[in-house]
């Protein structure tokens, strides 16, 4: 199993939509796992941090499922503006995947 | 929140010369420096980690002699090409953390340094 995982795409959205991307991870010890977006040509920036078992902000929510080892990102109200890549983080891996591809239509 | 300086955005530099990439935490030290290499449509790769006053470990496949690191002080990690080739043309992002990533600081982003080898 690869450290993290997450499936790549592309989620074609219309707008106002409601979107979930799942994260896998291997490190059952992980403690920490971030959420980012990448957009074209530009550097990560981070987006959320779960510490527990989720968090939410906005229209953003992530949850944290220990016992399946993984973390989502859902996103309500889908904005075009939320295209991007979205990238998951679980320390102490500093791998990044591909990530998944987001694209909301008009 | 943590800001994280790259310079510069974009180089266009020869083959055969050298590069210099800077990394600085602006407001905040950073024990730990990351580099990262992405060439178009791929993910992010770690090149090589950097801890102030140590030496690099650099990950495997990456030529410690062709990219030296330099982490001199908490808020400064450099990045040199040398010798660039035209497949050394890529996007190259630095990263920094304030404290064990295990403690939970999450990894904060320089704007990246698009480099282009003629």
């Known amino acids: 199993r690869k450290e993290v995982e997450q499936d790549p795409g592309p989620f074609n959205v219309p707008e106002g939509a409601t979107v979930a991307f799942n994260c896998t991870y291997s490190?059952?010890?992980?403690?920490?796992f971030f959420w980012y977006r990448q957009d074209c040509r530009k550097e990560p920036k981070l987006l959320m941090s779960?510490?527990?078992s989720g968090n939410e902000d906005g229209r953003f929510t992530a949850q944290l499922n220990r016992a399946s080892q993984y973390i989502s990102l859902l996103i309500r109200d889908s904005k075009l503006s939320d295209s991007a890549t979205y990238l998951c983080?679980?320390?102490?891996?500093?791998?990044f995947g591909k990530g998944t591809k987001l694209s909301v239509k008009p | 929140g943590a800001v994280v300086s790259q310079h510069p955005s974009w180089v266009i530099c020869k083959s055969g010369t050298s590069v210099k990439i800077e990394c600085r935490s602006l407001?905040?030290?950073?024990?730990?420096m990351f580099w990262y290499r992405q060439f178009p449509k791929q993910s992010l790769m770690l090149m090589a980690t950097?801890?102030?006053?140590?030496?690099?470990?650099?990950e495997q496949g990456v030529e410690k002699d062709k990219f030296l690191i330099n982490h001199a002080s908490l808020t400064l990690s450099t990045l040199t090409v040398t010798s660039a080739h035209p497949e050394d043309s890529s996007f190259y992002i630095c990263?920094?953390?304030?404290?064990?990533?295990?403690?939970?600081?999450?990894?904060?982003f320089g704007n990246g340094t698009r480099l282009t080898v003629t």
């Open positions: 990263s920094a953390s304030g404290q064990a990533l295990v403690l939970g600081s999450p990894l904060h």
């Open positions: 490190n059952s010890a992980s403690q920490s």
């Open positions: 779960v510490y527990s």
């Open positions: 983080v679980v320390p102490p891996t500093l791998i």
């Open positions: 407001d905040f030290q950073a024990t730990t």
């Open positions: 950097s801890n102030e006053g140590s030496k690099a470990t650099y």
